[in-house]
């Protein structure tokens, strides 16, 4: 596999637990963990292979008895919910789909048992000096931060991922208007409402709903 180089220094935001959700230790040892020799690096690897991945890794490191180098290997999911069917219903995401991150004690030799895992492009680092070998970057404080913020639950509320375009026609599931349709006037994601355009005995009215309450149609 062709590896290849990734030119920026820091992470893209996209826009983070599978099998991990105990791994990232509370936000009060996060300066202990900066100034310690363990860090937190981002891996690319070739999305949709994140799950193949952290299963080779988890194995090989209790294989190859690396548990005192490598501290966590975690997909960075996070919860938000969706509507369907009328429902609200919770699942998981990848907020940063083709990477894992990985908190190592990071030399040669880790960095080469790393990098030569199926499917792994590169560990994110500096750019390309001929001549040289490229160095990891590990994340910044404030990218650690965000990312146990997220990890963790302590963010301000749950993130809402559904698709809803003023326009989009929808029908009503529940409530008086069961079974009207309409188009979407505005949708409110800060109040979970929308308003929807109804035809109500011949006569076009704006109806408030709550996102629950209806399904996209198609």
Same mark, same amino acid.
Request: hydrophobic share 35%; net charge neutral; glycine share 6%.
């Given at each position: 596999?062709? +590896?290849?180089k990734?030119?920026?220094?820091?992470? $893209?935001?996209?826009?983070?637990?599978?099998g991990? +959700? *105990?791994?990232?230790?509370? +936000?009060?040892?996060?300066?202990e963990?900066? %100034?310690?020799?363990?860090?937190?690096? =981002?891996?690319?690897?070739?999305?949709?292979? *994140?799950?193949?991945?952290?299963?080779?890794?988890d194995?090989?490191?209790?294989? *190859?008895?690396?548990?005192d180098?490598?501290?966590?290997? #975690?997909?960075?999911? &996070? !919860?938000?919910?969706?509507?369907k069917?009328?429902?609200?219903?919770?699942?998981?995401?990848?907020?940063?789909?083709?990477y894992?991150l990985?908190? =190592?004690?990071?030399?040669? !030799?880790?960095?080469?048992?790393? %990098?030569? $895992?199926?499917?792994?492009?590169?560990?994110?680092g500096?750019? %390309?000096?001929? @001549?040289?070998?490229?160095?990891?970057?590990?994340?910044?404080a404030?990218?650690? !931060?965000?990312?146990?913020?997220?990890?963790?639950?302590?963010a301000? &509320?749950?993130?809402?991922?559904?698709?809803?375009n003023?326009?989009?026609?929808?029908?009503?599931?529940?409530?008086?208007?069961?079974?009207? %349709?309409?188009?979407?006037?505005?949708?409110?994601? &800060?109040?979970?409402?929308?308003?929807?355009?109804?035809?109500?005995?011949?006569?076009?009215?704006?109806? +408030? #709903?709550?996102? @629950?309450?209806? &399904?996209?149609?198609?």
């Amino acid at each position: 596999m062709t +590896e290849e180089k990734n030119n920026d220094k820091n992470m $893209t935001e996209p826009d983070i637990k599978t099998g991990s +959700e *105990e791994d990232m230790k509370p +936000e009060t040892e996060t300066a202990e963990e900066e %100034s310690g020799k363990f860090k937190w690096y =981002a891996v690319r690897i070739i999305s949709g292979h *994140e799950n193949k991945v952290k299963a080779y890794l988890d194995n090989e490191i209790r294989t *190859e008895k690396l548990e005192d180098r490598i501290n966590n290997v #975690l997909i960075p999911l &996070e !919860k938000v919910f969706e509507v369907k069917g009328g429902k609200k219903k919770i699942r998981l995401k990848n907020f940063l789909p083709g990477y894992i991150l990985i908190e =190592a004690d990071l030399d040669d !030799k880790i960095r080469d048992f790393v %990098s030569k $895992t199926p499917s792994i492009i590169n560990m994110v680092g500096s750019k %390309s000096v001929k @001549g040289k070998r490229l160095e990891p970057i590990p994340l910044k404080a404030n990218e650690v !931060k965000r990312i146990k913020a997220i990890l963790n639950d302590e963010a301000d &509320e749950d993130k809402l991922d559904v698709f809803l375009n003023v326009g989009d026609p929808v029908k009503v599931t529940s409530g008086p208007f069961n079974n009207f %349709s309409g188009n979407i006037l505005e949708v409110n994601l &800060e109040k979970l409402k929308v308003k929807v355009m109804v035809s109500i005995f011949g006569r076009k009215t704006p109806i +408030e #709903l709550e996102l @629950g309450q209806i &399904e996209k149609e198609k």
